[in-house]
């Protein structure tokens, strides 16, 4: 061997097969792409979102579970918590790794019908529009089988840098918080929004502060950072606030429960 | 003049004096050393943070508003709301210009004891230990005097890319909407947090998620974004969550009110 010669360990191609072709299929079939794999078949009942994607990586199009081929690798169950079982139960064919990425769904939604079998999730909200840095999503792998898991491994990281083993009932718990930091973070950005819009205040404003406040909390613990009126029991400006919301009894009643959440000591003050 | 020779305008070093030593008069008295400005004074009856603050920024320092110097241009209440009015009653001085950078604070806290006054008010959360990117943070001036605020504006713009004149009353609802995504969130982000600690989860799992909700919801808008269990009517999944947090009726009640306010058609369903 040449002196800067290096050895390149080559991926081995594998077939991959999307059941769905929501957010969540997109993006993975995208990232998978990029990594050399190959996407195999799309099987959605959504002709139009299912062709498309299969035309985007040259992958065969069907509409039918009864139409999944048995030379996949691995077969991606990208669909809503509540189709998963249900749509097991329709897989004819043996041979492929056939696994669910949802947060919240038991892995014996699988394999109490069909194995070999998994969990692959990606800890992140996705949407058409938008390409996240995948390599810094981790990913949380789940399997009957230690010798499936080592390939569901494998594959996962070939797309993230933080690939960990979780069983099914702490993803659960994992999921609860990421719906509060993802989905109530929202709903709070949502109301923000309605306030800076209806006093002509352009929302971007908020910008800065709303990623420091996140940042801060990842570089620190967010238990240590609160700040603000209700911490500080500064009944002054959580009146006036409440003075504000007078018409709004919908955001007043959140308020309210928010500033006695992060201060017991307002509990009959409000 | 010669090729390549570029005319710099040079700042007017403003003499700036803090009556507070607190995180707010730590982090604009970095700003403005930096801008090329003097810290002049510094006023705390906290000696310790009050002498170390002068110190660093080789200032005269005094425990007592009556020592307040008149040769400053300008003076910053970097004080809790309630001790503003207080404290500018104090004031013996005629000259400087006198502002405070709270949030829910009239400007007419200063304007009814003294002149020439004025908002400065940066909409961020500053901590001793963390050195924000000044120039991302919008701040927001007030005065009742246009020459006043001219002044004020240019102070501004040596440390902010984004100075914004914004009366009283527009300060209040943006300071409700800062309180919203920044203390409410952080309440959130720690909830979260404790949920991932007592299942052996490591926070930063989730540091992906929640930055990517943050910047999801300004480069499109939050109210269009929403997605989870709440928004798609999945009882399953709520009710594993409740199931989850049976045990902690302080979340439990939380997780209700938003998941009813993120979808009113659960209101008669949980």
Redesign the interface.
């Known amino acids: 061997m040449f002196a800067g010669q290096r050895i390149i360990e080559e991926v081995v191609k594998a077939k991959i097969t999307f059941i769905g072709s929501g957010n969540l299929a997109w993006n993975l079939a995208g990232a998978f792409d990029l990594a050399g794999h190959q996407i195999h078949q799309v099987i959605s009942r959504n002709e139009q979102t299912g062709q498309a994607l299969a035309k985007t990586y040259a992958a065969f199009y069907h509409s039918s579970v009864d139409k999944l081929f048995s030379d996949s690798d691995f077969v991606f169950l990208a669909l809503?918590?509540?189709a998963i079982r249900e749509t097991v139960q329709q897989i004819k064919v043996k041979g492929p790794v056939v696994m669910h990425s949802a947060g919240?769904c038991d892995l014996n939604a699988i394999s109490d019908h069909y194995q070999p079998c998994g969990v692959f999730y990606p800890?992140?909200?996705f949407?058409m529009e938008?390409k996240?840095d995948f390599f810094?999503?981790?990913v949380f792998i789940e399997s009957t089988d230690k010798e499936v898991l080592e390939r569901i491994r494998e594959l996962a990281e070939v797309i993230s840098n933080?690939v960990?083993e979780?069983n099914s009932e702490?993803r659960?718990?994992?999921?609860?918080?990421?719906?509060?930091?993802?989905?109530?973070?929202?709903?709070?950005?949502?109301?923000?929004?309605?306030?800076?819009d209806?006093?002509?205040?352009p929302?971007?404003?908020?910008?800065?502060?709303?990623?420091?406040?996140?940042?801060?909390?990842?570089?620190g613990?967010?238990?240590k950072?609160?700040?603000?009126?209700?911490?500080?029991k500064?009944m002054?400006?959580l009146n006036?606030?409440l003075e504000?919301?007078r018409s709004n009894s919908?955001l007043s009643?959140?308020?309210k429960?928010?500033s006695k959440?992060?201060n017991p000591d307002l509990e009959n003050r409000m």
Do not use: W
């Not at 659960?172 to 800076?196: P, R, S």
């Not at 950072?225 to 500080?232: D, E, H, I, K, M």
């Open positions: 809503p918590d509540k919240s800890l992140q909200t949407t938008r996240p810094k999503i981790p933080e960990v979780l702490k659960l718990f994992m999921h609860l918080a990421a719906v509060i930091v993802n989905n109530f973070n929202n709903h709070l950005l949502t109301q923000a929004e309605k306030i800076m209806e006093h002509g205040l929302f971007r404003y908020l910008r800065p502060l709303a990623m420091e406040t996140v940042n801060k909390a990842f570089e613990s967010p238990s950072n609160q700040t603000g009126p209700a911490v500080r500064d002054d400006t006036k606030h504000l919301l919908q009643d959140l308020y429960l928010m959440d992060i």
